[in-house]
């Protein structure tokens, strides 16, 4: 791996770890305002226990990603990010909100796959050829 690839790899990665533990904080903590907040569930017309399963998982995410080896463990919490900021940017859409209340997981959104991307090997999985 590049000295470039490696430095792209770790900016996004600790940007998106930074942005998942924010924005899972908000969620435990259940904070009135800001992304992810108790306002912006109740305008998406989710109901508000969804803020502790997402703010669990985004903090289990965040340390899967981190951590060393556990390769498939990695790729589950890159999938889980995907779907998560995937999922918040169409809630957004079908509500109305404008781009403003949208760019947080648009933003989260490409920075999982900029970190996926340029993941080092040994934090891929081994295909094993059969």
Do not use: C
């Not at 903090?59 to 981190?66: D, E, M, P, T």
């Not at 779907?83 to 947080?104: K, L, Q, R």
Request: positive net charge; charged residues 15%.
């Amino acid at each position: 791996m590049s000295k470039r690839n490696k430095i792209i790899y770790w900016v996004a990665t600790l940007w998106l770890a930074l942005g998942m533990v924010s924005t899972g904080a908000v969620q435990l903590l259940k904070q009135k305002e800001g992304p992810g907040g108790v306002d912006s569930m109740l305008q998406l017309q989710y109901p508000v226990y969804v803020l502790t399963i997402l703010g669990i998982w985004k903090f289990l995410g965040v340390i899967a990603v981190l951590v060393p080896r556990f390769s498939l463990l990695k790729e589950w919490a890159y999938s889980g990010f995907f779907f998560v900021t995937t999922g918040a940017i169409f809630s957004h859409i079908a509500v109305g909100d404008p781009a403003a209340e949208i760019f947080p997981a648009l933003l989260l959104l490409v920075l999982t796959i900029v970190s996926w991307y340029f993941r080092p090997a040994d934090r891929k999985i081994v295909s094993t050829g059969q």
